[in-house]
């Protein structure tokens, strides 16, 4: 049910509602309708034309704040593990130096991860597979009827 | 001059109602008291928004609306095929950070999401909750996930370990990511108020600076949140559907 309205009002943003009738009274959908097409004549063009270098600009900007901390956290989480295992083992300083490198190697993955996109996930999955996987939200509402 | 800076006063935990239970101590702190009011805002803009649901939304059904709609798209999009059961969860976990994140904003409150212990705890129950569900859905099969394609078997004794380092990293990542930037932006914040305080005539420019900074600040405050959820739809998505 809570579905169904918002349908409605994404709806209205493209299409002017049609009058009920001529003669009656105008029905308030119309009327707002129509003074939407007014104000949206008056701004000059559709605003959507703007809206994918907005949202660009939007992902950039966390995928900035994102890989800035992806490196540094997997690094010091491996060096802090190694460390603790050779505590714990007594293997000093083994455990430091090898978890220090994968470390390493895994904050270079989610950097590269993260550069090539935010939905590349853990586990390698090749970009042409992620690019397949997009049309799920097609299928999605398929299953929902 | 007398006027010292303290830029990290504002992040002192205190009790308001002192509560012992055995050894334990769970006495409601002001950093409870902000989460609260947090879950008393929310509930209250979605029943209040969604009390008279017209077919023509007002201004606060608008707004609920939005907001359902921006995280139903986020999980369509990012979790996947089947990933809609989790939407109340990732809503809830949004909505949570986002008010936190822009109640901390207004001045003489509290940051609840400037704790790590607080953007651990809900990293935390992201990871876990992932990896269970992962689990529950693929059984053995799961560990497949770190297992990369098409490598050859020398290698795998490499990458395997980076995987599995890489996957226990994320709450960590995740908590650390949030913790970070609202700690930074607060400290920042009580800074440049410090010297606006200190300078005397000279504060338009330290007041100057603040106010781009409480701009640059509300920006954090949603993208952070919005990072925190669509992050828990890719991890999600991880565990729904292998690759």
């Known amino acids: ?145 | 001059m007398a006027i010292e800076l303290q830029p990290l006063e504002q992040f002192t935990i205190e009790r308001l109602i002192p509560l012992h239970i055995g050894r334990l101590d769970v006495s409601y702190t002001n950093s409870a008291l902000f989460m609260t009011i947090a879950v008393v805002l929310i509930s209250a803009l979605m029943l209040l928004g969604t009390r008279r649901a017209a077919l023509v939304p007002g201004r606060w059904q608008s707004v609920a609306e939005m907001m359902y709609e921006f995280v139903a798209d986020m999980v369509d999009t990012n979790a996947g095929h089947g990933a809609r059961d989790f939407f109340p969860f990732v809503f809830t976990l949004f909505l949570f950070i986002l008010f936190s994140n822009l109640i901390g904003l207004v001045p003489y409150s509290f940051t609840v999401t400037s704790h790590i212990i607080v953007t651990f705890a809900l990293a935390a129950i992201v990871f876990i909750g992932v990896t269970i569900v992962g689990i529950v859905r693929h059984g053995f099969h799961f560990l497949r996930l770190f297992v990369p394609e098409g490598v050859p078997i020398v290698l795998l004794f490499l990458l395997v370990p980076i995987e599995l380092l890489s996957y226990f990293i994320r709450p960590f990542t995740l908590s650390i990511r949030l913790f970070a930037n609202m700690l930074a932006g607060h400290t920042m914040l009580a800074i440049f108020g410090g010297f606006a305080a200190s300078v005397g005539f000279l504060a338009f420019f330290p007041l100057a600076i603040n106010i781009a900074l409480v701009g640059l600040e509300l920006l954090v405050a949603v993208l952070q949140a919005y990072v925190f959820a669509i992050l828990t739809c890719l991890y999600l998505r991880d565990a729904l559907h292998l690759h």
Request: glycine share 14%.
């Open chain 1, 1 to 145: 049910m809570v579905r169904a309205v918002p349908a409605v009002a994404a709806g209205m943003s493209g299409i002017a509602l049609p009058k009920m009738s001529d003669s009656g009274p105008p029905d308030p959908l119309a009327r707002l309708g129509e003074r939407l097409d007014k104000a949206r004549a008056r701004r000059g063009n559709d605003p959507s034309v703007s809206e994918p270098d907005n949202a660009a600009l939007q992902q950039g900007a966390g995928l900035g704040f994102r890989i800035g901390i992806e490196f540094v956290v997997a690094v010091v989480v491996g060096t802090g593990l190694g460390w603790a295992i050779d505590r714990w083992l007594g293997t000093r300083p083994w455990g430091t130096i090898v978890l220090f490198f994968l470390g390493v190697g895994a904050g270079m993955l989610s950097v590269y991860r993260a550069v090539a996109g935010m939905k590349i996930p853990v586990g390698s999955r090749t970009l042409d597979k992620i690019g397949s996987s997009r049309s799920a939200k097609d299928k999605w509402d398929d299953d929902e009827e």
